[in-house]
Each structure stands twice: as structure tokens, then as C-alpha cells.
């Protein structure tokens, strides 16, 4: 088979199929953790995945996405810090920029960015909706609210009105804490603490895709576990279509002492569409 490069993919090519063959290193103890990204020049279509490894000591998985730039890669979920007036993450984050994985653990003791209050007024009992976001360049986080105060009747509608919120500036929303004051009296952030029956009447928070208000992530399409001395072959692929706007990435979950000798994944592309495809496809 001739070789031929990404822009001679086009249905017209009498060998249209490329493999990629994408060498894997294995540590113990990740989670979706990132190691090869490519964006190709014209659209194409993830035909097959598979994977291949001499030896398997443990538990591993290969993951295969298809996602856009600054697009969330890994769900995440915000928390109740052990210093209850602040937050935390679960979960490592992940998305492309620039060409670049950017990766951000899991991270503690976050203060809100700013002092937001909840029923100013102290009249009863209202919601409001923080969100988390995070830049696109170091995945650094921070908070953002619609209004320097909120006072919503309800959870449903605080969530409604945050969903219409954008990020900052070179930022993306990955999660959300939506918080109800207690009666007659107001919440504000920094201050009060986030535990439910002490300064907030109830507490919830969502991951990154949960909610409108927490924005989208990108799930893997492909997921593997290798055996030793033979090829296994996905064929459950979710999502197929690779456009020239988006990466083709690869990654790799493992147990605490997760290893694979020689662990090597096969993607089959062609170009899209050809005969017999559809255009809607995802």
C-alpha cells in the first residue's frame, strides 16, 4: 500500500485507508490520562480501533476521543472543601488548547472570586448559582455568578438563569454549586460556609455536563482493555466523524499497578465523506 499524506486523504484515493499506530507507555494509577492528540487537515472517519500488548500485569484501558479545542475532556465535580467555606475539585481536568494537552489536578481550599451574596434582602429563602471555570491556557480556576447578588425562588430557576451566563474571556464553565440561604437571612461567599442546616438551608453540586449551567464535556468514543499476545478490536465506536476542527487523542487508564509491555493502538481512518456515508453523521 502506498503511503500518502493527510491532505491526499480525499475520496478519490484508490488506497483511501491510513492506520495510525500509536505506541503507548503505561504508569500505575491514571485516569484518562492524555498522551497523543492529532488534527488532521481534511475531515475523516474513524473506520476501527484496536489494541495490541506482549504482556498485561493489571487493569488497563485505552480511551479514544474526538474532541473540539477548549472543549472539557474529563467530567469533573466541584465539592465541599474540609474548610467548609471553601471548595474543591474531584477528578483531573483535561482539554486541548493550542495544539497542547492541558491537564489540571485536583485541587483544594478554593476561595470564591468574589464575595458574592445570596438574598441580600433576607427575606425568606432563595437560590443562587456559582459557576466554576477554568482559562484555557494553564486550567487555573475560578468562580462566576450572573448577578453580585441572586435571589431565585427556586434551584430550577437559579440554573435557568445561570445556563445563559458565558464564561470569561479565555475561559471555560466546568461545573457548578447552587446554593440555598437560609431563612430570613443571607449567604454570602468567603464568609459563610457551604454545609447544609449551618449557613446554607441546601447545597448541590454539579459536574462539568451535569446541568445547562455547568456546560459540556467531551466523552471517550472508544474504550479498550489490551490482553496479552493478541489484538482486540473495539467495535462499539460512539462517535466516528473527526473534523478538520477537531482532535483524534488517545489515553490510558490504569489501576495502582497497572503496566502493559510493548501496549500499541491501531486507529483506521479514511477520509469522509465517501460513497455511502452520511452527512449528518457525528
Same mark, same amino acid.
Given at each position: 500500500?502506498? +503511503? @500518502?499524506?493527510?491532505?491526499?486523504?480525499?475520496?478519490?484515493?484508490?488506497?483511501?485507508?491510513? %492506520?495510525?499506530?500509536?505506541?503507548?507507555?503505561?504508569?500505575?494509577?491514571? #485516569?484518562? +490520562?492524555?498522551?497523543?492528540?492529532?488534527? @488532521?487537515?481534511?475531515? &475523516?472517519?474513524?473506520?476501527?480501533?484496536?489494541?495490541?500488548?506482549?504482556?498485561?500485569?493489571? !487493569?488497563? $484501558? &485505552?480511551?479514544?476521543?474526538?474532541?473540539?479545542?477548549?472543549? /472539557?475532556?474529563? %467530567? =469533573? #465535580?466541584?465539592?465541599?472543601?474540609? &474548610?467548609?467555606?471553601k471548595w474543591k475539585t474531584t477528578g483531573v481536568a483535561r482539554h486541548i488548547h493550542g495544539g497542547?494537552? =492541558?491537564?489540571?489536578?485536583?485541587?483544594?481550599?478554593?476561595? @470564591?472570586? !468574589?464575595?458574592? $451574596? =445570596?438574598?441580600?434582602?433576607?427575606?425568606?429563602?432563595?437560590?443562587g448559582v456559582v459557576l466554576i471555570q477554568q482559562a484555557l491556557a494553564d486550567g487555573a480556576y475560578?468562580?462566576?455568578?450572573?448577578?453580585?447578588?441572586?435571589?431565585?425562588?427556586?434551584?430550577?430557576?437559579?440554573?435557568? *438563569?445561570?445556563?445563559?451566563?458565558?464564561?470569561?474571556?479565555?475561559?471555560? =464553565?466546568?461545573?457548578?454549586?447552587?446554593?440555598?440561604?437560609?431563612?430570613?437571612?443571607?449567604? #454570602?461567599?468567603?464568609?459563610?460556609?457551604?454545609?447544609?442546616?449551618?449557613?446554607?438551608?441546601? &447545597?448541590?453540586?454539579?459536574?462539568?455536563?451535569?446541568?445547562?449551567?455547568?456546560?459540556?464535556?467531551?466523552?471517550?468514543?472508544?474504550?479498550?482493555? /489490551?490482553?496479552?499476545?493478541?489484538?482486540?478490536?473495539?467495535?462499539?465506536?460512539?462517535?466516528?466523524?473527526?473534523?478538520?476542527?477537531?482532535?483524534?487523542?488517545?489515553?490510558?487508564? #490504569?489501576?495502582?499497578?497497572? *503496566?502493559?509491555?510493548?501496549?500499541?493502538?491501531?486507529?483506521?481512518?479514511?477520509?469522509?465523506?465517501? +460513497?455511502?456515508?452520511?452527512?449528518?453523521?457525528?
Amino acid at each position: 500500500m502506498p +503511503r @500518502f499524506k493527510d491532505q491526499n486523504l480525499d475520496p478519490g484515493s484508490s488506497f483511501p485507508t491510513r %492506520q495510525l499506530v500509536v505506541p503507548i507507555a503505561t504508569a500505575v494509577s491514571l #485516569t484518562k +490520562r492524555v498522551t497523543w492528540a492529532r488534527k @488532521f487537515l481534511k475531515p &475523516v472517519k474513524l473506520r476501527a480501533a484496536s489494541v495490541f500488548a506482549t504482556a498485561v500485569t493489571a !487493569a488497563v $484501558t &485505552v480511551l479514544v476521543w474526538i474532541v473540539s479545542e477548549d472543549t /472539557p475532556m474529563v %467530567q =469533573i #465535580t466541584p465539592a465541599i472543601d474540609a &474548610v467548609p467555606e471553601k471548595w474543591k475539585t474531584t477528578g483531573v481536568a483535561r482539554h486541548i488548547h493550542g495544539g497542547a494537552v =492541558i491537564e489540571k489536578a485536583a485541587v483544594t481550599a478554593q476561595v @470564591f472570586s !468574589a464575595n458574592y $451574596t =445570596i438574598n441580600n434582602a433576607g427575606v425568606g429563602q432563595k437560590w443562587g448559582v456559582v459557576l466554576i471555570q477554568q482559562a484555557l491556557a494553564d486550567g487555573a480556576y475560578s468562580t462566576k455568578t450572573i448577578a453580585a447578588d441572586q435571589a431565585y425562588a427556586t434551584q430550577g430557576e437559579a440554573l435557568t *438563569a445561570a445556563a445563559g451566563v458565558a464564561a470569561d474571556a479565555g475561559k471555560i =464553565i466546568v461545573g457548578a454549586i447552587a446554593i440555598q440561604s437560609k431563612n430570613n437571612l443571607k449567604w #454570602t461567599a468567603n464568609t459563610d460556609d457551604l454545609t447544609a442546616a449551618s449557613d446554607v438551608g441546601a &447545597v448541590a453540586f454539579y459536574a462539568t455536563g451535569a446541568v445547562p449551567a455547568a456546560g459540556t464535556y467531551t466523552a471517550e468514543c472508544v474504550s479498550v482493555a /489490551p490482553a496479552a499476545l493478541a489484538e482486540v478490536v473495539e467495535d462499539a465506536i460512539t462517535k466516528h466523524v473527526v473534523r478538520d476542527d477537531q482532535y483524534l487523542a488517545i489515553g490510558i487508564t #490504569t489501576d495502582a499497578t497497572g *503496566a502493559a509491555t510493548n501496549l500499541v493502538a491501531t486507529l483506521d481512518v479514511t477520509p469522509w465523506p465517501m +460513497r455511502g456515508d452520511s452527512l449528518v453523521e457525528v
